[in-house]
């Protein structure tokens, strides 16, 4: 549903940041989102937060964003093209539906 806007994408182990599966896969993204990540739910934690939802999305320069959506020993991050595919689109229809098939691969 993403179309051109989908740059990137992977799926990594939370334990090591590993890549398991990509498209144009960086695997150095992915550990260093494994780390952000890692930070994000020590720090929330540490500072009496609620912890971190079912995603985190980091806006960068150019009409870029980063989506990470952690699920315990997984997660999955994306670089999108917001020129390309409407944040709108990605948010509330693109979003729900990967969370929903990345759910139910985990459960099978």
């Given at each position: 549903d993403a179309g051109d806007g989908l740059l990137a994408t992977d799926i990594f182990s939370?334990?090591?940041?590993?890549?398991?599966?990509?498209?144009?896969?960086?695997?150095?993204?992915?550990?260093l989102f494994n780390q952000v990540t890692s930070f994000l739910v020590r720090?929330?934690?540490?500072s009496n937060f609620p912890p971190l939802g079912k995603?985190?999305?980091?806006?960068?320069?150019?009409?870029?964003?980063?989506?990470v959506i952690p699920m315990d020993e997984y997660q999955m991050g994306m670089l999108v093209d917001t020129k390309k595919t409407q944040i709108g689109l990605l948010l509330n229809v693109i979003l729900p539906e990967i969370i929903d098939k990345f759910e139910d691969a985990l459960a099978s």
């Open positions: 939370t334990a090591d940041g590993q890549s398991l599966y990509g498209f144009n896969s960086n695997a150095k993204a992915c550990a720090s929330l934690k540490g995603y985190y999305i980091i806006d960068l320069a150019d009409s870029k964003v980063v989506l």
